[in-house]
């Protein structure tokens, strides 16, 4: 059996790129945007803010949810999410760790 293009890379990089691709779309980070200004959990509510389809909204949460970055709790009826404080954290680091690296610019270009 065949190796997988991932398989090549490391551990560190392949984490890297699922959290830029998750972060990768504009309805992303309206959801996470709109959550942190929220400072509490938002519940049903994203439909009317970001006048995106229910099923759009809900697969885009899926995605988050499923990196970890934000977490979520039935109440009642509705799900209600939140932005995980840890996990936010660890993406914080990863990000600092890689945009914090000394480029040197050689004259070449």
Same mark, same amino acid.
């Given at each position: 059996m065949g190796l997988t293009k991932s398989?090549?890379?490391?551990?560190? +990089? #392949?984490?890297?790129a699922s959290l830029f691709k998750v972060l990768g779309h504009p309805a992303r980070i309206?959801?996470?945007q709109h959550i942190i200004n929220q400072k509490a959990c938002i519940c049903n509510d994203l439909v009317e803010e970001l006048g995106l389809a229910q099923a759009t909204?809900? +697969?885009?949460?899926?995605?988050?949810? #499923?990196?970890g970055i934000?977490?979520?709790a039935i109440n009642g009826k509705?799900?209600?999410y939140c932005i995980d404080e840890k996990v936010w954290e660890k993406v914080q680091n990863e990000f600092d760790i890689f945009f914090n690296q000394n480029v040197k610019? #050689? +004259?070449c270009c």
């Open positions: 398989d090549i890379f490391t551990d560190e +990089q #392949n984490k890297l309206a959801i996470l909204i809900s +697969q885009h949460l899926k995605e988050l949810k #499923n990196s934000i977490k979520g509705s799900v209600c610019v #050689n +004259q």
